[in-house]
């Protein structure tokens, strides 16, 4: 069974830090060839994209709200993908999901982790 567990959330002060992981397991197919994102929904918002590291690990991309501030990063033996979050605000509050995209031909398969929860709040 596909799962992507995400750890790590919870109650930050602002201008606190935190670290995000999600650790894969049940795939058939190596980690390492999975694109990694980490996306977040507020409440009563859209979810939306923070940020994707490739399969390699050697390229990152950043929502523009989130540069600077946070930091996506991988390790492909442990089968985790962390995001370091740092300067934190009100506004970040949401619950943090992880993304898997694997390409397969002209299609890909994707897959969701269930969500922590971050609150910033003092």
């Known amino acids: 069974q596909v799962q992507l567990v995400e750890s790590g959330g919870g109650l930050v002060q602002p201008g606190g830090s935190l670290r995000l992981s999600c650790t894969a397991s049940?795939?058939?197919?190596?980690?390492?060839?999975?694109?990694m994102s980490w996306y977040r929904q507020a409440s009563g918002k859209e979810r939306e994209l923070v940020a994707s590291?490739?399969?390699?690990?050697?390229?990152?991309s950043y929502a523009d709200s989130m540069k600077g501030r946070f930091t996506i990063s991988r390790d492909n033996f442990q089968k985790t993908v962390f995001l370091q979050m740092n300067s934190l605000k009100p506004e970040d509050t949401a619950v943090y999901y992880c993304?898997?995209?694997?390409?397969?031909?002209?299609?890909?398969?994707?897959?969701w982790g269930k969500g922590t929860l971050v609150t910033v709040s003092s």
């Open positions: 993304y898997a995209r694997r390409v397969i031909g002209s299609g890909a398969m994707t897959y």
């Open positions: 049940g795939f058939i197919f190596s980690f390492s060839s999975l694109t």
């Open positions: 590291i490739t399969s390699d690990g050697g390229s990152t």
